[in-house]
């Protein structure tokens, strides 16, 4: 579902889950290897491995949608099976009319047995408890541009080589604070992003955003709140920076090359508070 980081700590009620078993744990950090599911990945929900999900449809920035696995046999339980049920999870983003977006969550189970829906009830009030935390959860965070949880940010420094930071940049549009979680890494002490627009096509509202007013503000970890001035990277800079993303993920390349449109390296220079407004 392109750059949105999957999964934030949208609930705190493991607990309650786990009561029942399910060894579920909320990630209370972007997950790198979430980010881009395809058909047939898998996603733990404990460190050990024990309960998950497999992904079965992925339809980039809009649709998401995956069954309980039988973690044994490496696919999606099948109700004649075991305890004799299927999970279903499907996350759907649809537009708005007058702008914004609606993220919609519908879970579907099917049982096998006659006794399996008694047994499973408990789950089912858990469940309906646990999403409707998880979209306030979302809903506050989408809304709050200045939300930044406590180990969402790293520093390119980490075994990953790269880290993640918080924009905000003006709307275009509207001329309010538009906030959004980035992956980057530094030039010196220069923040580089790309542009990638999860690698579907068109450009992040992100960087539509920078082309009409380059002025925004970042948040690295354990760092202020600089204002800084975003510019694209070209000829011979482009392709450095490039090669050090390159570096890092052996698919960009791949993945560049799906998108019909070069994609812009963004590099963020720090300015004077004072002159933050001249452009």
């Known amino acids: 579902m392109g750059p949105v980081p999957l999964c934030c700590d949208a609930t705190r009620y493991d607990w309650l889950e786990n009561l029942f078993g399910l060894e ?42 995956m069954k309980q696995a039988d973690m044994k046999a490496g696919r999606a339980m099948n109700r004649n099976e075991g305890l004799g049920f299927e999970f279903q999870w499907t996350f759907a983003l649809r537009p708005l009319p007058a702008g914004g977006t609606r993220l919609l969550v519908r879970e579907r189970v099917a049982y096998g ?10 789950v089912g009030l858990v469940s309906f408890v646990m999403t409707r935390k998880m979209l306030l959860g979302i809903k506050q965070r989408a809304e709050d541009v200045g939300w930044v949880g406590p180990r ?15 924009l905000t940049t003006v709307g275009r549009h509207s001329g309010e604070g538009r906030g959004v979680i980035l992956g980057y890494i530094e030039d010196g002490s220069t923040p580089v992003v790309l542009a990638m627009n ?50 890092i993920d052996e698919g960009l390349d791949a993945y560049a090359a799906s998108r019909s449109a070069d994609t812009p390296v963004v590099v963020f220079e720090p300015i004077e508070s004072g002159a933050a407004s001249e452009a």
């Open 113 to 122: 047995r006659r006794l399996t829906p008694w047994l499973m009830a408990p």
């Open 24 to 65: 579920i744990h909320s990630a209370d950090a972007i997950v790198p290897e979430w980010q881009r599911l395809d058909v047939g990945d898998m996603v733990y929900a404990d460190n050990e491995r024990k309960s998950g999900w497999i992904v079965v449809k992925v339809v980039p920035d809009e649709t998401l949608v």
């Open 152 to 166: 969402v940010l790293w520093t390119p420094a980490t075994k990953r080589g790269w880290g993640a930071m918080h």
């Open 198 to 247: 999860g690698w579907d096509e068109g450009q992040p509202e992100w960087w539509l955003n920078l082309e009409a007013n380059p002025d925004a503000r970042i948040r690295l970890k354990g760092q202020p709140e600089p204002p800084v001035r975003a510019r694209r990277a070209e000829g011979d800079e482009r392709d450095r920076l490039w090669c050090r993303w390159a570096a």
